[in-house]
């Protein structure tokens, strides 16, 4: 559902479930040349947190890591952004989608 909203909103997606090692990138998009890092946060409900609350900060440096890797293995020279979608179903069993873009910033110190 993630892949397919991104789509529908113009990106490009270069790589879903990209592996580098045992590290993981959900998904791997491009729009108006900004390479895009998109985590992908799913719960069966809002009650315990709010999907984008488990981006910890150790989540955030492991992504951080991972897209370097991305980055040298495809020589990439382009701006870089950060994003997590959330995925979360209603009452009528249908999904909501919340995109946030910049969602976080590479720590200066990983």
Do not use: C
Not at 26 to 44: F, G, M, P, Q, Y
Not at 71 to 96: A, Q
């Amino acid at each position: 559902m993630a892949v397919d909203y991104l789509q529908s909103k113009g990106y490009i997606i270069r790589h879903r479930n990209w592996k580098s090692g045992k590290k993981e990138l959900d998904i791997v998009a491009e729009k108006e040349n900004v390479l895009v890092v998109a985590e992908v946060k799913t719960r069966s409900t809002e009650y315990f947190e709010h999907p984008q609350e488990a981006v910890t900060n150790a989540k955030i440096r492991h992504i951080v890591r991972t897209a370097e890797d991305y980055i040298f293995k495809y020589d990439l020279m382009m701006e870089t952004r950060f994003d997590i979608i959330s995925v979360i179903p209603d009452k009528n069993g249908h999904f909501s989608i919340e995109h946030i873009e910049d969602a976080f910033l590479p720590p200066v110190n990983l």
